[in-house]
């Protein structure tokens, strides 16, 4: 699929936003997960999240989600000499989205190449990058990625409390540096019922299916928060808005990581005219400390 990375959101002011969780885990399909399916499903409903996917290690999940919306898909770790299949190893982590027939694929692949190779047609993300002391992706490992990696976490929950740095946007502003277009995906990595509710995707479509949500999150038509609420994306000719429901810091962010502007209030715009820079993104922080994350976008 071809994206427009010079706006990814298009016209949202036509669609809904909705709600949801990429990255969860229930026992015991998970061993590193101490709730019940049952549990975990009841906790994003009671929480008001549209759309979940149950993503646990090396095994796919079907369940029933009531009214909230279940995206297929798992977490893909590699295994290491004889560990049994679903033994949860430190190498290699990476969620995995879309039609069951190429999950269940994936899940017989050993190794990080063949599992790749294998996941055409899915929504492929590389999770947690600076989890534990040493890193979990390496940044040399993500560019020989080359075009099969569509995302990178750039902030998962559950590391605040793990070895390693829960934010990765060091990561993707490199990645987006040296030209390689890659998501910025947020969420729980829930494990037990503490961890949920922490981070989550909002997503712009036009209604709340499995088909419709998967079609909008593979466009990159999402943001990524930890409580804050944006009113608006858009973008017309080299300048780009964006607003918020209530007052915080947004900051524009360029080639690099480089803080092109900043600015505290609702509204922001940003002209690519006033700086050098291949593209702009959105970070924001509200009095709270909650954040949201805009994905890129790149000069005409």
Not at 60 to 76: C, H, K, N, R, S
Not at 227 to 243: F, H, N, P, Q, S
Request: negative net charge; contains cysteine; proline residues 3%.
């Amino acid at each position: 699929m071809t994206l427009d990375w010079k706006n990814l959101y298009g016209n949202t002011k036509q669609q809904s936003w909705f709600k949801g969780n990429l990255h969860a885990h229930c026992a015991p399909f998970s061993p590193c997960s101490g709730i019940s399916e049952e549990t975990l499903l009841r906790e994003y409903r009671s929480r008001n999240y549209d759309f979940l996917s149950v993503s646990n290690h090396l095994a796919l999940t079907e369940a029933d989600g009531g009214e909230l919306t279940l995206l297929p898909g798992l977490e893909w770790n590699s295994r290491v000499g004889f560990m049994p299949n679903r033994a949860v190893t430190h190498q290699d982590h990476f969620g995995i989205y879309g039609d069951p027939a190429i999950l269940g694929r994936c899940l017989e692949q050993r190794t990080r190449a063949g599992v790749l190779q294998t996941s055409g047609g899915c929504f492929v993300v590389a999770n947690h990058p600076n989890w534990m002391e040493h890193g979990h992706h390496g940044l040399t490992m993500l560019q020989g990625d080359g075009g099969c990696v569509h995302g990178i976490e750039i902030y998962n929950a559950l590391v605040e409390t793990e070895e390693g740095d829960a934010s990765a946007v060091n990561v993707w502003d490199r990645l987006l540096a040296a030209g390689h277009r890659v998501l910025g995906v947020v969420g729980d990595d829930a494990h037990a019922v503490k961890d949920i509710g922490r981070a989550w995707i909002m997503v712009a479509a036009e209604r709340n299916t499995p088909e419709v949500v998967m079609d909008a999150i593979r466009r990159g038509r999402f943001y990524g928060s930890t409580g804050v609420t944006l009113g608006g994306i858009e973008r017309a000719g080299d300048v780009v808005r964006i607003g918020t429901e209530e007052d915080a810091r947004i900051d524009a962010i360029g080639r690099a990581g480089r803080l092109l502007a900043r600015h505290v209030g609702t509204e922001a715009a940003f002209d690519f005219r006033d700086a050098d820079t291949p593209y702009i993104r959105f970070q924001v922080m509200d009095r709270n400390w909650c954040q949201a994350w805009t994905q890129p976008f790149f000069r005409n």
